[in-house]
């Protein structure tokens, strides 16, 4: 099937921790997002990559730190983790126009 | 600061009727608006967009409509089924930020249900 993957749908950790959340999309999309959904429901962007190329950058903590292997891939890393990073993390890809394709998300838990 | 406001967290409809939900923005910069629609557990799924040259768009049961100068947009679902029942998203592009570098600003969503 031809989607936006992201691995694994849960995570539950605990504080100080360092944990990834992997992205993929078969769609031969050339940007790709993660974002950020906090309790509140509120969608945030965090990252996007262009061609493996950083060119959106929010204010995020440095704990966070997005990797793009490939165009296709876009994974997060997030050390030290906090209670405070506990929400549901939603990586998307577009082509060129504004139409993004979100995964399924990836609920973390920090405890 | 939200620019995008959606400001009924939920909605509930009868099948069958027209489901309309609403969505107002605050930066005259947006160029490009959408909706996308969410079920649990799922990531948004996009469903219809807009561009601020156009005041209507339609696709099949769902119509936006874009009212610039009272910056507010709409989307019409006609007529409204039980498999509708989601959350919808309106999110916002503004002018800043050509092709791939555009951010979609997000409202927080409207939970629609429409019974049966």
């Known amino acids: 099937d031809t989607a936006v993957s992201q691995t694994p749908k849960y995570l539950v950790t605990q504080m100080g921790n360092d944990k990834s959340i992997k992205c993929e999309q078969n769609?031969?999309?050339?940007?790709m997002y993660w974002y950020k959904q906090d309790s509140k429901k509120f969608l945030k962007i965090m990252f996007s990559y262009n061609n493996k190329e950083l060119i959106i950058n929010e204010t995020v903590p440095n704990r966070f730190s997005p990797k793009s292997p490939d165009k296709a891939h876009l994974n997060l890393h997030i050390n030290s983790l906090e209670l405070g990073d506990s929400a549901v993390y939603f990586c998307a890809s577009s082509h060129s126009r504004n139409e993004q394709f979100f995964g399924p998300g990836t609920r973390l838990t920090v405890l | 600061d939200q620019q995008v406001k959606q400001n009924s967290p939920s909605l509930s409809v009868q099948e069958g009727r027209i489901s309309i939900l609403n969505c107002d923005y605050t930066?005259?910069?947006?160029?490009?608006f959408l909706w996308y629609k969410k079920y649990p557990a799922e990531g948004p799924t996009f469903l219809i967009s807009i561009s601020s040259i156009k005041d209507k768009n339609e696709d099949g049961r769902f119509t936006v409509f874009l009212n610039k100068s009272a910056k507010h947009l709409s989307l019409h679902i006609v007529p409204s089924q039980p498999g509708d029942s989601a959350v919808y998203f309106c999110a916002a592009s503004p002018l800043s930020g050509a092709g791939n570098n555009r951010k979609l600003i997000w409202g927080l969503g409207t939970s629609l249900a429409v019974n049966p």
């Open positions: 769609l031969g999309h050339d940007t």
């Open positions: 930066n005259s910069m947006f160029d490009y």
